[in-house]
């Protein structure tokens, strides 16, 4: 107890009296922990537009006229019960033709030959919504299916327009995950060189005390004891980091939340603020964390003697 | 107490120990002398293992120092002190704090560290100066005060290598003066040095050494 009171003084003490090296070392930290947060905001903003596109994405079944509602109705259930499948929603035919006449109330000739038919026209609808872009093929597919399609459904479905909107989902897809993958990749390598940098810069902070680590270990203190003030030390430019990156970004976000929502399709300091202990949490971890291991490594080389 | 046996350390173009062998017995003031380069620091080194022989074993009692454990290695240097030509004192720490951190390193509790400190400072006679970082002392001061971080923890052994080597006449004569009293209290002392002048004040054994080899091994008066 005694010991891990000494380091842990040690460790502020040495801080404190490292003036400018500790302030190149807190610098870096927060650059490190500032590239996490953007990645972070990054990452949401990238899903939340993905998101957008990927709910303008459907398959509509269209069913035959005078098909019975309860036939549709079992349909409809057998496709929820896809793990596949996000949403179903069903307009019936009476809604379908409601809604025909209003999206061409302007076009008269349209309706003038819609009332001249008398009966309704149209059919019911399923519009179908997938969890994935990827996997409205496997919705078709099932439609197709004689087994899924139980009780006979396959005389009420009229068709479904997946096939009509094949090369559009199928690219739409494409962008999404080469977004996703491409984010990944991006995110990696700002990290690992944002590690990279910071675990340097530690480093260099502990060579300026080379000398002084081998006269610790000739007055006899033990490898814990000249380890221990480096890793307080370390653990301190996490604490001090974290506080000054989240600061920095509270005005940011409200920045981009009031100027950019509509281009970025997300209010980013919303997201920021609904959010915050999270992110607070994985800034606080990872800026101890590299503070700690970075300078655990450091100093290794030099404790052997 | 310390014994030597045909301890060689070559370097790869260098010999710096060329089959050594001596004892010190407990209690001795024994000093080494020889020109730069003659091998005093290297055999200094080889007794704290800060640095390992080519051949040879060096022997601190009955135990061999280099094949010691990281760990029993930490115990042995806490039995030894050791003061430096450029004094090795922690330049962000006080004077006070520079010999606090010996004693915590041996596990001193608070309260002996908080009634030795002041007292070995005095004896230093740097009391005035416990709150001064090392850059605040003149030489002679921080030599001082490395002398009192060597002393701190009662080690059997004391280790000077070149502690005048920086200093002026008043400061060398202060130094050796308080190294006999050391000495005179029962510590064995090792000083490396290649000032004849502070051979002569001290009146004892000298090892003589050139090119790595021990050449003479007399009383100074011999």
Do not use: C
Not at chain 1, 5 to 16: E, H, P, Q, S
Request: net charge neutral; aromatic share 10%.
């Amino acid at each position: 107890m005694t010991e891990l009171k000494r380091i842990t003084k040690a460790g502020f003490t040495n801080f404190t009296r490292s003036g400018l090296v500790s302030f190149a070392a807190v610098l870096q930290v927060v650059n490190t922990l500032a590239v996490i947060v953007t990645i972070i905001l990054l990452q949401a903003v990238l899903y939340s537009s993905l998101n957008v596109i990927k709910d303008k994405v459907d398959v509509t079944i269209y069913f035959n006229v005078g098909a019975s509602e309860a036939r549709i109705a079992l349909l409809k259930d057998s496709l929820l019960k896809l793990p596949e499948v996000a949403n179903v929603s069903y307009t019936s035919a009476s809604e379908a033709l409601k809604l025909f006449r209003d999206r061409h109330q302007n076009d008269y000739p349209t309706i003038a030959a819609l009332d001249e038919i008398g009966d309704n026209p149209l059919g019911a609808v399923l519009n179908v919504k997938t969890k994935e872009v990827s996997q409205y093929e496997s919705i078709a597919n099932f439609l197709k299916s004689d087994n899924a399609l139980v009780l006979g459904s396959s005389d009420i479905v009229n068709h479904s327009n997946y096939y009509n909107n094949k090369l559009v989902i199928d690219r739409l897809n494409t962008i999404i995950s080469g977004a996703q993958k491409f984010g990944f990749l991006l995110t990696l390598y700002f990290i690992i060189s944002s590690i990279f940098i910071t675990f340097n810069t530690i480093r260099l902070t502990i060579f300026i005390s080379k000398e002084e680590i081998g006269v610790m270990r000739l007055v006899g203190a033990s490898k814990m004891r000249v380890r221990g003030p480096f890793m307080v030390e370390g653990a301190i430019y996490g604490i001090i980091s974290t506080i000054v990156t989240l600061l920095l970004f509270w005005p940011a976000t409200a920045w981009f939340g009031r100027n950019m929502t509509g281009f970025l399709g997300l209010n980013l300091y919303n997201y920021y603020i609904s959010n915050f202990f999270q992110i607070f949490a994985i800034i606080l971890l990872s800026g101890i964390i590299l503070g700690v291991i970075s300078s655990f490594f450091a100093i290794r080389k030099y404790l052997n003697k | 107490m310390i014994y030597f046996n045909n301890v060689s350390k070559i370097y790869k173009d260098a010999v710096a120990l060329d089959d050594v062998t001596f004892s010190i017995t407990a209690g001795e003031f024994v000093s080494i002398v020889g020109h730069s380069g003659a091998g005093k620091t290297t055999l200094t080194k080889m007794i704290v293992a800060d640095e390992n022989p080519t051949n040879g074993t060096v022997f601190f009692e009955s135990i061999n120092v280099h094949k010691l454990k990281n760990k029993d290695l930490t115990k042995l240097r806490r039995r030894i002190g050791v003061v430096f030509q450029d004094f090795k004192l922690l330049s962000n720490k006080t004077a006070y704090e520079n010999i606090a951190f010996a004693m915590e390193a041996v596990g001193k509790s608070d309260l002996e560290i908080a009634s030795d400190v002041p007292h070995v400072l005095e004896l230093v006679d740097l009391s005035h100066r416990l709150d001064h970082f090392p850059n605040q002392l003149s030489g002679g001061e921080q030599q001082r005060l490395a002398i009192a971080r060597a002393i701190i923890n009662q080690p059997e052994l004391i280790i000077a290598d070149e502690p005048t080597g920086n200093l002026d006449s008043i400061n060398t004569y202060e130094i050796v003066q308080i190294l006999k009293k050391i000495n005179d209290l029962g510590t064995t002392v090792i000083l490396a040095t290649h000032n004849r002048g502070v051979i002569d004040l001290i009146g004892e054994r000298v090892i003589t050494m050139e090119n790595g080899k021990v050449i003479r091994d007399t009383k100074n008066n011999q």
